[in-house]
Structures are given as structure tokens and as C-alpha cells.
T-cell receptor, first 111, second 119 residues
């Protein structure tokens, strides 16, 4: 079956520390992958998307970066977190039928 | 750029009754997809229903149905026989193909409508 997983589910990090959120997809090959952020009380904002290994497109300038080292792995990173990076991060992928499905999400609190 | 507008920040409905959530969008595209996603308190984003713009027939999934008006760029969600478990934030979303060196689709969300089902 086709599934998507992301971790960690919850993360509390101090300002200036690094970040790594990981997302993996199972049961498919060469999926389109996405990272979204949802700030408190707001809708979802697309941060990055990837159509293949090493191919990353950024939607908004920010303190974050993304990488796709393997076909079914998508990583969201930061070298130095800011308070404004706090939020709920969702990894997503496009399945056949042109529908996007989401992972369980990761809560990031920067203190 | 595509925009998605949900004009109702909050709504409430009594259990077993019917409620309609509104969504309008702005695009110059002819081929696209529209979705409603549900986000319960667990925060997981769950697909509720999907509509292809080239299909005139409104999509239906059990108690959920849409009223898709392409010319008016309107895509409302009707929930029949509302249940307590329907309490959630509902997001309307628009997706189109983006030709950027690969086969990619971008999903744009509205700001959401918080639906509360009261017993």
C-alpha cells in the first residue's frame, strides 16, 4: 500500500539550533513531494516541492531548506532556527489521480 | 496567481442537520482540480472530496457533496446528516499543473472554515 510518514511528531528546539524533519513515502516511485507550514490560526503555506532526486523548488524565501537525497525521502532543514519558524509542518505527496495526500504532521516549537 | 477564498471563518450546525461551506477561487486556467480537506483536532489533513474541473457532474462521497459552478468559480461543500465527528477545520484547495521542468502540481489553500457540530 502507498503511505507517507513524517517524524518527529513533536519537537521543541531553542533559537539558533538546527532542525531536521524527515518524510518518507512507501509503495510508489518518483512521487512529487511537498513541505507545507501551517502557522497558528492560518492556512497552509507551500514551502518546497520536489519532482525528483536532488530537484528542489522553493516557494518563499526563508530560514529553511529542503533536500531529497533519495527517491522517496524528503528532508526539511534549518541551520539556525528562529522563533518565527514555530508551526505545524506537513509533508505531502501526489498520488495517481492528481490528488495530494498528507503525512501526520510535525509540531515545531522554537523557544 | 491563484487565490482561494473561504468567506466563513466559523460555522456551527446541529447534529443530524445539513450545512454548506462556501468557497470561491480565482484562476484563468481551464483545467484544474478542486478539493475539500478536513483537519480535525489531531491536525492531520484528510481528503474529503475531489472535483475535476472538466467534469460537469458534482462529486459525491457518502454524506459529503459539492456544488461546483465553474463559470462562477464557486465550489461549496454540503455535509448532510452532520455528525459530531465532523467537527473540524475545513479547507478548500485549488490545484493546477505547473510546467517547471517536470510534472508538478501546486496546491493552494483557503484560510479555512471551523465547523462545530453541536449535540
Amino acid at each position: 500500500s502507498q503511505t507517507i510518514h513524517q517524524w518527529p511528531a513533536t519537537l521543541v528546539q531553542p533559537v539558533g539550533s538546527p532542525l531536521s524533519l524527515e518524510c518518507t513515502v512507501e509503495g510508489t516511485s518518483n512521487p512529487n513531494l511537498y513541505w507545507y507550514r501551517q502557522a497558528a490560526g492560518r492556512g497552509l503555506q507551500l514551502l518546497f516541492y520536489s519532482v525528483g532526486i536532488g530537484q528542489i523548488s522553493s516557494e518563499v524565501p526563508q530560514n529553511l531548506s529542503a533536500s531529497r537525497p533519495q527517491d522517496r525521502q524528503f528532508i526539511l532543514s534549518s541551520k539556525k532556527l528562529l522563533l518565527s519558524d514555530s508551526g505545524f509542518y506537513l509533508c505531502a505527496w501526489k498520488r495517481s489521480g492528481n490528488t495530494i495526500y498528507f503525512g501526520e504532521g510535525s509540531w515545531l516549537t522554537v523557544v | 496567481a491563484q487565490t482561494v477564498t473561504q468567506s466563513q471563518p466559523e460555522m456551527s450546525v446541529q447534529e443530524a442537520e445539513t450545512v454548506t461551506l462556501s468557497c470561491t477561487y480565482d484562476t484563468s486556467e481551464n483545467n484544474y482540480y478542486l478539493f475539500w480537506y478536513k483537519q480535525p483536532p489531531s491536525r492531520q489533513m484528510i481528503l474529503v472530496i475531489r472535483q475535476e474541473a472538466y467534469k460537469q457532474q458534482n462529486a459525491t462521497e457518502n454524506r459529503f457533496s459539492v456544488n461546483f459552478q465553474k463559470a462562477a468559480k464557486s465550489f461549496s461543500l454540503k455535509i448532510s446528516d452532520s455528525q459530531l465527528g465532523d467537527t473540524a477545520m475545513y479547507f478548500c484547495a485549488f490545484m493546477k499543473h505547473v510546467s517547471s521542468g517536470g510534472s508538478n502540481y501546486k496546491l493552494t489553500f483557503g484560510k479555512g472554515t471551523l465547523l462545530t457540530v453541536n449535540p
